[in-house]
């Protein structure tokens, strides 16, 4: 069955940065996008990026874009969203999303302080 398992999340102070990795399984990665969402408390999930299943193509909601990076390893599995400049209002719970479906990560905390 599909898996998807995030990691990398914690408490980091504003200007820090943070990496986040979602490992998945039970799908052919390689050949489908994946996304990050995030959720910040009382607020709806908002799409944070997404890559295309060959790395090529991304997206970034504007909130993020010239901060995150999204990428991914189609020999690992594992899509990562590398975060940088982190802001207070990043706080959240992060989702890793295969793309288009209901398969949804555990979430990962990230805080960050200011």
């Known amino acids: 069955q599909v898996q998807l398992e995030e990691s990398g999340g914690g408490l980091v102070q504003a200007g820090g940065s943070l990496r986040l990795s979602c490992a998945a399984s039970?799908?052919?990665?390689?050949?489908?996008?994946m996304s990050w969402y995030r959720q910040a408390p009382t607020k709806e999930r908002e799409l944070v990026a997404t890559i295309a299943s060959t790395g090529g193509t991304t997206y970034y909601a504007s909130a993020v874009k010239g901060r995150f990076t999204i990428s991914r390893d189609n020999t690992k599995n594992t899509v990562y969203l590398q975060m940088n400049s982190l802001k207070p209002e990043d706080t959240a719970v992060y989702y890793c999303?295969?793309?288009?479906?209901?398969?949804w990560g555990q979430g990962t905390q990230v805080t960050v302080s200011s």
């Open positions: 039970g799908f052919t990665f390689r050949s489908y996008t």
């Open positions: 999303r295969k793309w288009g479906t209901d398969y």
